[in-house]
């Protein structure tokens, strides 16, 4: 099942709806604390007896969640510390639980006269209440938690993360992170993802219906597996769509094998490749499946605005066309890939190359006769907002969204944690790993999307499918081979296997 993914004022919105109804702040606060301490207990339990735990808190309310954490480790006789970060408690539930906790035996210290010579922390100093810069004592408590060698645990997020934005300036680095009721934007984009570890989601009974919709979700793969149906006994190639890919020139021939491998291991009936005329020998000795359309190019070796006649009528034959893959960009290619957008009544995928030729004449995205699926990396929407990869990147989902609602397109905003939209609906995806990160992925996942819309799953449900399948191939190549030795043709090697999981 899909998580929902909330900001810091959604999640308190959530929460005072509760809060109108018959949950109380003190009520929640022990219910979280109760199933943080039951989700340590799964990941961690085993020995547990025999080890030392400090619980850290701040003095907000998510200092009450630890405080009842370390009073039911004691409760089971377990040694457990509670560690002051600042100071005793103040706020009323939290210092309810912190005098419970103290009542029954749990020791608390300051934080300045602890040595934190323990086996795990648990970190309850801020949680979603953080942002800016941490000011003393907070800083020095962060480098002792992060020096300590213990294993730390985070609840809701890491302490000096900022919950909404993902911003970091210094916070503790955490081996797994409990995240409270559902997912928070500091779960899933950089650099905050990287500070939360392992992340786990636990249920303190908040209802349903005291959330709104339109929050982000994840992409599962229960939510993409209804894409994909039996296939028909009588089923021909022409059945499962006709794809045509015009990609490639002399220097990157590469990435239109790639796109076109992952088409056709994707399901995808008739593949057509379009490419440079001189690239022949390179695709006839890599691929013996699809159709070749060997194309008129210039003195640079890619595709010349002779070809768009040529260009027109492959048009009329496809189901989606993937344009963009190792393309070049040049003032033929802009030309071509602004022709394409503007006739193409196929739903197109325009990658790589094919965003960089429309990124000085944005506006041609709005001409589009059909769907349009965007796959940019940061630095490519850096280019189709006119602003830095930094601004992107701490502003993804925003960023996203809001491009693919003003251009009305989908937009694959590309990098750990993969963020697919539509202007509308926000999609997440939690799979896949740094290994990924090298030259080719994206042109496997353009391939994909394209397959997938050939074969009739619609625009924004392919874009998520590819792109939780492409990270699931990621994982198991890496398990296979490691994250430094993968490649992509290893990648590619294992997607005809993985689709039987979707059949």
Known sequence: MFMKILTAKQIRQVEEKAFSGDFTEGGLMLSAGTACFNKILKYYGDGIENKKIAVVCG???????????????????????????????????????????????????????????????????????????????????????????????????????????????????????????????????????????????????????????????????????????KRDKNSHKGSFGHQLNICGSYLMPGASVICAKSALKTGVGLLKCAFPKSLYPVMTAHLTQPIFKPLCENEEKTISMGAINDIFEELKWADSVAVGCGLGNNDDIQVIVGQIIKTSEAPVV????????????????????????????????????????????????ENAKAFAKENDVIVVLKGANTVVTDGADVYVNTNGNSGMAMGGTGDMLTGMIASFIAQGISPIEAAKSAVFIHGCCGDITAAELSQRGMTVDDMISLLGALMSEFE
Do not use: W
Request: hydrophobic fraction near 40%; include cysteine; charged fraction near 20%.
């Open 59 to 229: 003095n907000g309310k998510n200092a009450g969640d630890g405080f009842v954490i370390a009073n039911l480790f004691v409760k089971m006789g377990v040694n457990a510390d509670i560690v002051l970060a600042d100071k005793a408690p103040e706020l009323p539930e939290p210092k309810m639980y912190f005098d419970e906790a103290t009542a029954n035996g749990v020791k608390d210290y300051y934080f300045t006269e602890y040595d934190f010579d323990c086996d795990i922390i648990v970190d309850c100093i801020f949680g979603i209440g953080f942002h800016g810069e941490p000011k003393a004592p907070f800083n020095e408590v962060f480098d002792a938690v992060n020096n300590s060698g213990a294993v730390v645990i985070s609840i809701d997020t890491p302490s000096g993360t900022d919950a909404t934005t993902g911003e970091v300036t210094h916070a503790v680095k955490a081996d797994m992170t409990i995240a409270i009721s559902t997912l928070k934007y500091a779960h899933v984009l950089p650099p905050a993802n990287a500070y939360c570890g392992k992340v786990v989601t636990v249920s303190i009974g908040i209802p349903e219906d005291c959330y709104d919709g339109g929050y982000a979700q994840t992409i599962t793969k229960a939510d993409i597996k209804k894409n994909f149906y």
């Open 350 to 397: 325009l990658d790589a190359d094919g965003i960089n030729a429309v990124s000085p004449f944005i506006d041609i995205l709005k001409d589009k006769k059909a769907p349009l699926v965007v796959t940019p990396h940061p630095a490519e929407m850096a280019r189709l907002v006119d602003e830095s990869v930094l601004y992107v990147q701490s502003l993804r989902i």
